[in-house]
T-cell receptor
Framework: GENVEQHPSTLSVQEGDSAVIKCTYS??????FPWYKQELGKGPQLIID?????GEKKDQRIAVTLNKTAKHFSLHITETQPEDSAVYFC???????????FGSGTRLQVQP | GAGVSQSPSNKVTEKGKDVELRCDPI?????LYWYRQSLGQGLEFLIY????????KSGLPSDRFSAERTGGSVSTLTIQRTQQEDSAVYLC????????????FGPGTRLTVL
């Protein structure tokens, strides 16, 4: 089955700096890659997703890139703000498979 | 509109007791998923429902875990004879239908087994 590895496990940046979180996946048939943000005591919130027919997707300060050949994808957050502090999870899924396979999460702390 | 709701938000129980966790998916969503999140870990798939079809139980960790979905909407996850290792946050998600990949999560139920 699918295996998703995520790093780093923790990331501390200064407000205004950029943050990058990376994930690799094992199943070359995976074609859907969402990113979730989870704040303390809350459920994961979808922030951006990308499909395998696209190499990059942006939404304001966040962007996701996908390298199908290398089987890795990354989340980029620019101009970080204290409210970006949370745990971020990547996930992967292929058509026909019901469940998302999640990475182990990255705790991002933005220092004011 | 209303998102996925779960109840209770917190549940503390004694080892050996049975617990029931409830999930109410987004209105109109036919697919429903249960995941488990242990402390400091990623999310682990438990079970999946699509409409009134037989569920995909491939992720259930033991036969003490079961789930049902009544009327194609609300779902209940039942854990019998709870063990301390069952302590975790249980998350429910829903998606529009079988062909839709995007899953929306509820706030979770934090289960503590003493």
């Amino acid at each position: 089955g699918e295996n998703v590895e995520q790093h780093p496990s923790t990331l501390s940046v200064q407000e205004g700096d950029s943050a990058v979180i990376k994930c690799t996946y094992s199943d070359s048939a995976s074609n859907y890659f969402p990113w979730y943000k989870q704040e303390l005591g809350k459920g994961p919130q979808l922030i951006i997703d990308i499909r395998s027919n696209v190499g990059e997707k942006k939404d304001q300060r966040i962007a996701v890139t996908l390298n199908k050949t290398a089987k890795h994808f990354s989340l980029h957050i620019t101009e970080t703000q204290p409210e970006d502090s949370a745990v971020y999870f990547c996930a992967a899924k292929r058509t026909g498979r019901r469940a998302l396979t999640f990475g182990s999460g990255t705790r991002l702390q933005v220092q004011p | 509109g209303a998102g996925v709701s779960q109840s209770p938000s917190n549940k503390v129980t004694e080892k050996g007791k049975d617990v029931e966790l409830r999930c109410d998916p987004i209105s109109g969503h036919t697919a429903l998923y249960w995941y488990r999140q242990s402390l400091g870990q990623g999310l682990e798939f438990l079970i999946y429902f699509q409409g009134n079809s037989a569920p995909d139980k491939s992720g259930l960790p033991s036969d003490r875990f079961s789930a049902e979905r009544t009327g194609g909407s609300v779902s209940t996850l039942t854990i019998q004879r709870t063990q301390q290792e069952d302590s975790a946050v249980y998350l429910c998600a829903s998606s529009l239908d079988l062909s839709t990949d995007t899953q929306y999560f509820g706030p979770g139920t934090r289960l503590t087994v003493l």
